[in-house]
């Protein structure tokens, strides 16, 4: 199964509107954002650079907008600017890879409502879009009573037609009557926080392979609240339901997303992962190999090697589990983070109008670099860098 999550920055329908801006960086003129540079940036992201055997399976976006006044696992608000994105991002993977087969699984909130005028963490959901075609839906959960709740609690429902429409579109969302889960116990009782009751939750998926030996893969994607990074992912080695005891399924458990916790900090990040790593979850990207996943800012990027316009930060990265001890003898694993300024690794190639080796010939290099056609439809997208998982 091939998987690539990405940190898309406060992602909502306006990722893809074209605004007129004044800027006094170069001629004060009114200049239009680059929606054409950016969305052929996204098309080689998603596409795996038009290659077939690097185009995702299952694409998980981060950071998609929800309202503050929806609670935990309320249904996202269709007339929000991050329900009206994330359709329009199905829109886009539809016809950038012509597979009308794309849909997205109902996203559901991934914290508590926010209080007024309080600083609890941004509200978001996770836009899970997958192939159809390659792989099938599972849950884990049913949606009961207009909640996510276990199978069996209930009788399970469409998502209701009256209130959110376009997630019980055959088109959008297949009208399933499966869900996601937001919502972990301990086996105490005590729902799990992460690391409090403010900070954003996992979204678990299940996806069973319909190719192979039709293997079932559970997904956790998670983006920890910055300032309870530590904490929140932690938190994540305490679901029981990563590494089920008992049957065969899932063959499979991945833990993904953006943590916020950075590779480069040792100490800070053995501490943060090991109650995942305690539970054999292999890490798959790594410092220095991978080098980071987080973008300067425009203003600080420069052209010439990659740590002049990525930061030493790894902040974003898969843990996978395999069910029999023996993983590395049981799936190989091709992974990357992509990074469309040097085109590196491969498949992917730059998407930058200038090459970075071309900079040193130029009157200011590192204007011409950070001018809206070269960095600048890259930074604007996110200030991470997706990342992709091969699951051979």
């Known amino acids: 199964m091939k998987v690539l999550v990405w940190n898309v ?23 239009r954002l680059p929606i054409d540079e950016l969305l052929a940036y996204m098309e080689m992201v998603f596409t795996g650079n038009g290659n077939a055997s690097h185009t995702p399976e299952v694409i998980a976006i981060l950071e998609a907008l929800a309202p503050d006044n929806q609670d935990l696992g309320e249904l996202l608000d269709r007339n929000s600017g991050g329900a009206r994105g994330l359709v329009a991002m199905l829109n ?11 849909r997205l699984v109902p996203p559901l909130k991934c914290n508590t409502q926010k209080p007024a005028n309080t600083p609890w963490a941004q509200s978001e959901v996770v836009g899970v879009f997958y192939d159809t075609s390659r792989v ?7 949606w009961i009573n207009n909640q996510s709740q276990q199978p069996g609690a209930g009788a399970a429902a469409q998502y209701d037609a009256g209130v959110n429409s376009i997630w019980n579109d055959a088109a959008i969302t297949n009208s399933t009557t499966l869900a996601g889960q937001v919502r972990f116990y301990e086996t105490n009782g005590n729902e799990i926080l992460f690391p409090n009751d403010q900070n954003r939750r996992p979204f678990l998926v299940d996806f069973t392979e319909q190719y192979g030996n039709n293997r079932k893969i ?7 609240s910055p300032g309870f990074h530590l904490g929140g992912t932690r938190s994540m ?18 833990a993904a997303g953006d943590f916020n916790v950075n590779d ?6 053995n501490k943060a992962y090991r109650p ?6 292999r890490k798959m990207l790594k410092k220095n190999e991978d080098y980071s996943t987080h973008y300067y800012r425009k203003r600080d990027a420069k052209p010439d090697t990659w740590d002049t316009y990525q930061q030493h930060m790894l902040i974003d ?5 395999h069910r029999t001890k023996t993983a590395a003898n049981q799936a190989t694993y091709e992974k990357a983070s992509v990074d469309a300024a040097l085109g590196f690794p491969n498949p992917y190639v730059s998407t930058m109008n200038i090459p970075i080796a071309n900079y040193p010939n130029y009157t200011n290099p590192v204007e011409a670099f950070r001018w809206w056609e070269n960095f600048w439809h890259i930074r604007k997208a996110s200030d991470h860098t997706p990342i992709f998982l091969d699951i051979q």
Request: glycine share 6%; aromatic share 14%.
């Open 9 to 31: 920055e406060k992602f909502t329908e306006a990722k893809f509107q074209a605004k007129v801006i004044i800027t006094g960086n170069w001629s004060k003129k009114r200049l």
């Open 92 to 102: 886009y993977i539809k016809q950038w890879t012509n597979n009308n087969n794309w």
């Open 136 to 142: 099938t839906f599972n849950g884990p959960n049913a």
């Open 218 to 224: 559970r997904m956790a994607f998670m983006h920890t």
């Open 237 to 254: 080695g305490k679901i029981a339901e990563l590494t089920p005891t008992g049957g065969t399924d899932p063959t499979i458990s991945i």
């Open 264 to 269: 480069y900090h040792t100490n800070s990040a």
């Open 276 to 281: 995942l790593s305690n539970r054999r979850f």
């Open 317 to 321: 990265n898969f843990l996978v589990w």
